[in-house]
């Protein structure tokens, strides 16, 4: 568990190429004043993105509906309370007045079908 990074991961640095490719730049990354802690959050824009591991996150994509193998009452558990609290993150965000994008993991592997969610949300 302590090689599992929560920031600069290989997913989020991905998106912050494509973004960069886009000619989006101005962001901040992991703004704690901003409720969540978005990855990315243009702040002017009110505009706040997730990279979210399938896994981690519970996604309903092939790694994220596979069953832990090992410690599975900590396991599943933990991923219901990250779902929660990714829900009340993005309500939170919501409320406050910012548009919320959550990206999977798996979703950067179509750069194409990525690059039109981001330029639609930007826009």
Known sequence: ?????SEDTLPELELRKV?????YTGYRLHRSDVPGKPD?????????IFVHGCFWHGHD????????KSNQDYWIPKIQRNRDRDAANARRLVEAGWTVLVVWECELHDTEALTER????MS
């Open 40 to 48: 990315v959050a243009f702040v002017g824009r009110g505009k706040a």
């Open 19 to 23: 973004l960069r490719e886009l000619g």
């Open 61 to 68: 994509c092939h790694e994220g509906t596979r069953k832990p």
């Open 118 to 121: 981001l330029v639609t949300f």
């Open 1 to 5: 568990m302590r090689r599992i990074r």
